[in-house]
């Protein structure tokens, strides 16, 4: 029903700035949650960010708040993550996700990019 593809990942110093972005095809309807999750070695998947695709109303991870910024535009179909004053701990595959009223769990998301790494040096 969904294909979601991420783009924009890459290699930068901490301190810097990277833009994601997930371009989505297929039926999506108003009532969708876009989210944003991530995953580094060894760690478990967390919730980053999210956003109601009708009114905008966006959620954020505490260890992004502030940094990150989460919208999307609805003409394309397509979800960003702008991602600001980036550390070394925001390395990780970052994947988006589709949900119908889900928020923050992974759980409640039903279909799924491949990902995007993005890796932040000291």
């Known amino acids: 029903q969904v294909q979601l593809v991420e783009s924009g990942g890459g290699l930068v110093q901490a301190g810097g700035s990277l833009r994601l972005s997930c371009a989505a095809s297929?039926?999506?309807?108003?009532?969708?949650?876009l989210g944003w999750f991530r995953q580094a070695p060894g760690k478990e998947r967390e919730f980053v960010a999210a956003i109601r695709w009708s009114g905008g109303s966006t959620y954020y991870a505490d260890s992004v708040k502030g940094r990150f910024t989460i919208s999307r535009d609805n003409a394309k179909n397509t979800v960003y993550l702008q991602m600001n004053s980036l550390k070394p701990e925001d390395t990780a595959v970052y994947r988006c996700a589709t949900s119908r009223g889900g928020t923050v769990v992974a759980g409640t998301y039903n279909y799924w990019g491949q990902g995007t790494q993005v890796t932040v040096s000291s």
């Open positions: 297929g039926r999506t309807f108003s009532s969708y949650t």
